[in-house]
């Protein structure tokens, strides 16, 4: 059997990071917006919004360098579970468990038409080939 989901999308808000109670795991969870690969009737784009939920030290590099509106490739597993809410109502909830995230833009600085990260520069003879 197998179980692998591949996306790509943005970030609709800032991950969310926590500990577990006990033994303090790392737990980040955020909201990826996937386009659906057609138009709606009105000949709009439409998109998916995919709970994803990251562990250990990828919860923690998530939460440090991913922010609303960044591109993220997430590999991962589909998982749906069920809860009582505080009513005692069965609730679903479908998520994909993250088990790598690629970061597809640089990392923004506080203007957001800028990227950080400092200009290399890179001579032939630094090139090995």
Do not use: H
Not at 25 to 35: E, G, H, K, Q, S
Not at 40 to 54: L, M, P, S, Y
Not at 88 to 113: K, N, Y
Not at 114 to 126: A, N, R
Request: hydrophobic share 35%; with cysteine; proline share 4%.
């Amino acid at each position: 059997m197998l179980n692998i989901i591949v996306l790509i999308g943005r970030l609709t808000r800032d991950p969310e990071l926590r500990y577990t109670p006990g033994n303090g795991t790392a737990v980040a969870t955020f909201t990826l917006a996937v386009d659906r690969p057609f138009t709606n009737r009105q000949g709009e784009k439409e998109a998916d919004f995919i709970r994803i939920v990251t562990w250990d030290k990828l919860a923690e590099t998530c939460a440090n360098y991913l922010s609303k509106g960044r591109l993220a490739a997430v590999t991962g597993r589909l998982q749906i579970r069920s809860f009582d809410d505080k009513e005692g109502v069965r609730q679903w909830m479908t998520e994909v468990v993250a088990r790598d995230v690629r970061f597809l833009e640089p990392r923004r600085t506080g203007d957001e038409d800028s990227f950080s990260g400092d200009e290399i520069s890179v001579s032939e003879d630094d090139i090995p080939f």
